[in-house]
Nanobody
Framework: VQLVESGGASVQAGGSLRLSCAAS???????MAWFRQEPGKEREGVAT????????HYADSVKGRFTISQDSAKNILYLQMNSLKPGDSAMYYC???????????????????WGQGTQVTVS
């Protein structure tokens, strides 16, 4: 599986961005996730989605502001980010793993496939 993110940019606080992650290969019965990482800090899970049934999970810090979704026909994962805050500034990564469990988990060590990242800066 190859993952390629896009959509990162610099925006003002309160603004919105939509990140995309194009996935190659089969994506059925996979956990897809967005992570983010600031310099010098650990990578943290932002949102996950189970491609089998669309079950989603969000970090408390982004609930109500971010939405993870998938376009199964195009094999694209999205992260719609609204009401952005300076604290959301980070490199955002798309990740994937095969799973038969719809409870995906948000620990980076679970995921074997990663994109190169896309930078989001909120000022």
């Amino acid at each position: 599986v190859q993952l390629v993110e896009s959509g990162g940019a610099s925006v003002q606080a309160g603004g919105s961005l939509r990140l995309s992650c194009a996935a190659s290969g089969a994506t059925t019965r996979r956990c897809m996730a967005w992570f983010r990482q600031e310099p010098g800090k650990e990578r943290e899970g932002v949102a996950t989605i189970y491609t089998g049934d669309g079950a989603t999970h969000y970090a408390d810090s982004v609930k109500g502001r971010f939405t993870i979704s998938q376009d199964s026909a195009k094999n694209i994962l999205y992260l719609q980010m609204n009401s952005l805050k300076p604290g959301d500034s980070a490199m955002y990564y798309c990740a994937a793993r095969t799973s038969i469990d719809r409870n995906c988990g948000s620990w980076p060590s679970l995921y074997g496939f990663w994109g190169q990242g896309t930078q989001v800066t909120v000022s």
